[in-house]
């Protein structure tokens, strides 16, 4: 039997947003994205945020569900005024670097037994289904992403518009 319809579609998004970051390397060099806003981080933030609220977080706890350890010990939240340390890093390894580890991750969600994703996980949010979990990492990573679309949308309208 195959895996139910909703894991698929789990499955389905965690590629898709995988997609949005490859999406990115088209467009991540024309805009300003170390520029950090007053009160704000910079868009190679969020990049090196995603990535990190991935590693810390929400791939140690599948991993403890697929050995079948305790994962409380193990996680961390990022915050949300993360900053990446070496502003001046090459943006487009750090974006290569986040597509490798999405795949890794997608795989590792790939080779979850259909049981393993009804299980629960103590987290620091309390105790969640892996599909609670992870529908909660792809609801995390798209407004994220969103944010950057958007400010790359409004980078790009004031770089357009007419000059007076």
Known sequence: MGLSSEIRTLLDDVSYLQDELEALKTVITAVPYAERPP?????LDVIAQLQEQQKRYYRPLIEAIKTGRDSSAKVQTVDDDFRIQDSDADVNSIL??????RADYSN???????EDWSQSIETPDGVKKVTELVREHIEYDRSQL???AE????LDQT??????
């Open 39 to 43: 009160g704000s981080v910079s868009i």
């Open 108 to 114: 590792l969600l790939r080779d979850l037994p259909e």
């Open 151 to 154: 400010r790359v949308m409004a």
């Open 159 to 164: 770089r357009s518009a007419p000059q007076h």
């Open 96 to 101: 290569n670097e986040a597509i490798k580890k």
């Open 146 to 148: 969103k944010s950057i």
